[in-house]
């Protein structure tokens, strides 16, 4: 079965919204682990606007299943992650004015600073996956650098406005998919995933992971975390 990676950023950016304590996003991440995720993702942003320093340390020691940080390339982060230890780390692009991250990363162009970066957590034997676009230059370009784990950006395929634009995304998804297995990477995808959406992109062959925040995070509010988390398994589960 495709395995889900819960994103838990929104728990902290709801309390934020109130510099407070609660929610409490190490909390979110039981409630995810018992309700049958496969791995809690987290977002340290350089701005701290969701999740914080403290948040990070504490996930390290909570989360039993994997603990993915999410993370840019920028020198503090960096340090911070390899001090940290996660069980893996996924590089994104990152901009202080967007609302999300609305991009993949550019890694030819970004080469060297990523060859640098996946010295750091080679050494520490971490689990390196970059963020890109379905895109055959981004993919050979992470074949170039021996990039093991991409995630796709599923955001194009998730906002179409026609189902012809969304049938053209979804082809790029499985067709990159596809490229990126043969080279021998595993392929996890996500941004935008909801409950309509993720069941075509949970049938992808090859596909190993999906990361959903938004979504899972928007229909808590209304019924619960362990049953958001159960239904978007569900739906995972019964479209393989
Ligand atoms: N994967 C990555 C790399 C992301 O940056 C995000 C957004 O933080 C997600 C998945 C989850 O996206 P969404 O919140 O739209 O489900």
Redesign the pocket.
């Known amino acids: 079965m495709v395995k889900l990676g819960v994103?838990i950023?929104h728990i902290a950016t709801v309390r934020q919204a109130r510099r407070g304590v609660e929610p409490d996003p190490i909390a979110a991440a039981r409630i995810c682990e018992r309700s049958g995720c496969h791995s809690i993702?987290a977002?340290l942003r350089e701005d701290r606007r969701h999740i914080q320093d403290g948040d990070v340390w504490k996930l390290r020691k909570a989360v039993k299943t994997r603990f993915n940080l999410?993370m840019s390339l920028q020198p503090e982060i960096v340090a911070i992650a390899a001090r940290l230890d996660p069980d893996q780390v996924?590089i994104?692009p990152e901009r202080r004015q967007e609302i999300?991250?609305e991009g993949g990363l550019d890694v030819a162009a970004n080469a060297r600073r990523l060859q640098r970066t996946l010295k750091v957590f080679h050494r520490k034997r971490i689990t390196v996956s970059l963020?890109i676009a379905p895109q055959s230059r981004q993919i050979l370009a992470c074949r170039d650098l021996g990039i093991s784990m991409i995630?796709l950006h599923t955001g194009r395929y998730a906002e179409a406005k026609t189902a012809a634009a969304r049938k053209n995304e979804f082809a790029k998804l499985a067709a990159m998919t596809q490229l990126a297995q043969r080279l021998g990477m595993t392929v996890n995808a996500?941004?935008?995933?909801n409950y309509e959406n993720t069941p075509a992109v949970a049938r992808i062959p090859g596909m190993e992971e999906l990361?959903?925040?938004?979504?899972i995070i928007a229909r808590a509010v209304f019924i619960g975390l362990g049953r958001a988390v159960k239904e978007m398994l569900q739906l995972i589960h019964n479209a393989a």
């Open positions: 994103n950023d993702v977002h999410e996924t994104v999300t991250t963020f995630e996500g941004h935008g995933l990361n959903i925040g938004h979504a």
